[in-house]
């Protein structure tokens, strides 16, 4: 079954947690700063109404938990030499994967005009979710996404699909128990089923379970842990819980788990790359159950909003009218002491920004999640070669897809040296009329095998 880690333990030593703890303070604070400010970006003037933006949108509950795994991922990326891209599921979270990459570099790398001091802060803010700027959610323009993210569902299959063939990679995919709801994330949990530790690289799913979707209790947050747990391991994983709202012990729970999880993807593909597949492994996953909001108001004109569906977007949203709420922005803001944060130019101190992995090591500057860099041109055939001749009109019997399974064939027999051509079909293969793929190549599955059963092979 699964494991929870509950007791408190000292992976991290004292100043490390403290130095993690700070940065993400960084995160969350320049987080809060894309949502609500216009101007004054490191506070050195007392916060007005001038400074907050006209129109506010973004979503803060989700951002927190976001920011918090992004730390521990640098973390283990430096510790142990990892090549890890990070999905966000929660792809509303957005202003906190770009605080990351802006922390990391990555962000200013590529947009130079977001520069790492007080001026590129200011352009950091105004451009979130602003006419000419960028996008409340994780856009393709985000460095290092592959992805939106959202409702739709989808975060955890693109996770599979970039680990496929790619046996140096974890895809560390945080999972929003919103979306985890859908109808295409219920499903993607089975594509472990087509994992092979040989020859791919592994997946890592954490399913943030902060409780709520932007107005309403999440399914999973609701049922019992114990039923969530055999859920999960019904699903073919291993699931590690990791659960709290005091940041030390978090940090703490999280690093010890985090180590737990990489010892045993390592132990899960040395096994198979030296003993050759014997059967499916019982992958590891995260349950990380955070409060929505962590870190936020607590409650606003005594309503409770950390830990509630109220924090799911913005949770101070009628500055104009009520000038405490400015208050309690300029409050929040504070509390992450930007001024130990940042330098007197605005850029992060730099006993901070060594904690963030190098080059493209960062997850943002991650090569397997550029749209471009790893691109190779595919080695085509002459299509004419599977072309059917045709003499006269209307004498000629032949199948469209017979033939493209033909070609399809051939492309991927040419290939099949650099393993960067599949084809995916969920059952439809052989009715569509693609058999000529079987000529080369099986189904791949890592689930039982039956004698009856035809081209299908864990690898």
């Not at 494991?3 to 004292?14: R, V, Y």
């Not at 969350?28 to 506010?56: D, F, T």
């Not at 989700?62 to 521990?72: E, K, M, Q, R």
């Not at 979710?129 to 996008?135: A, E, H, K, L, Y």
């Amino acid at each position: 079954m699964g494991m929870q880690q509950t007791e408190t333990t000292s992976t991290l030593s004292i100043t490390l947690l403290q130095q993690m703890n700070l940065y993400w303070h960084a995160a969350n604070y320049l987080s809060v700063g894309q949502i609500y400010l216009y101007n004054n970006p490191l506070l050195k003037q007392p916060l007005s109404l001038a400074h907050i933006k006209p129109r506010l949108l973004g979503h803060w509950g989700t951002t927190p938990g976001l920011n918090f795994i992004y730390v521990h991922l640098n973390r283990i990326i430096n510790q142990y030499h990892l090549n890890i891209i990070y999905i966000a599921g929660p792809g509303h979270g957005g202003p906190g994967l770009v605080a990351n990459t802006y922390l990391e570099g990555t962000y200013s790398e590529l947009y130079p005009n977001i520069t790492q001091d007080a001026a590129g802060l200011q352009q950091l803010f105004k451009q979130f979710s602003f006419p000419g700027g960028i996008p409340s959610h994780v856009a393709p323009e985000t460095p290092g996404s592959i992805h939106e993210g959202g409702e739709l569902g989808y975060s955890l299959v693109h996770a599979f699909g970039a680990a496929f063939d790619n046996p140096n990679l974890i895809v560390a995919c945080v999972i929003g128990d919103g979306e985890a709801e859908t109808g295409a994330l219920a499903t993607s949990w089975h594509s472990n089923k087509f994992l092979n530790p040989v020859c791919d690289g592994a997946v890592l799913p954490i399913l943030h379970l902060n409780g709520y979707k932007i107005a309403n209790p999440t399914v999973l947050a609701r049922i019992p842990k114990n039923e969530l747990e055999a859920l999960l391991v019904g699903y073919g994983y291993k699931p590690f819980f990791v659960e709290g709202n005091e940041p030390e012990l978090m940090h703490q729970l999280l690093a010890t788990t985090l180590d737990a999880v990489v010892a045993e993807i390592q132990q899960i593909q040395t096994d198979a790359r030296t003993n050759g597949f014997t059967k499916r492994p019982q992958w590891p996953m995260i349950v990380f159950n955070s409060p929505k909001g962590w870190t936020g108001p607590k409650d606003v004109d005594g309503i409770k909003i950390e830990g509630t569906w109220r924090a799911h977007q913005v949770p101070l949203s009628e500055l104009a009218t009520k000038p405490n709420h400015i208050t309690i922005l300029e409050q929040w803001m504070k509390s992450y002491q930007p001024e130990i944060l940042f330098d007197e130019q605005g850029k992060l101190m730099p006993e901070l920004a060594a904690l963030a992995p190098t080059g493209n090591k960062r997850m943002g500057a991650n090569p397997h999640a550029n749209g471009g860099l790893l691109l190779h041109n595919l080695l085509m055939p002459n299509f004419t070669n599977n072309a059917i001749e045709v003499l006269k009109p209307g004498t000629i019997k032949a199948e469209a897809t017979l033939v493209m399974g033909a070609f399809l064939r051939d492309v991927m027999q040419a290939n099949s040296n650099k393993h960067h051509f599949r084809v995916f079909g969920p059952d439809e293969t052989a009715s569509n009329r693609l058999t000529k793929l079987f000529d080369i190549t099986n189904r791949t599955f890592t689930a039982e095998i039956y004698p009856t059963d035809e081209h299908i092979i864990p690898i």
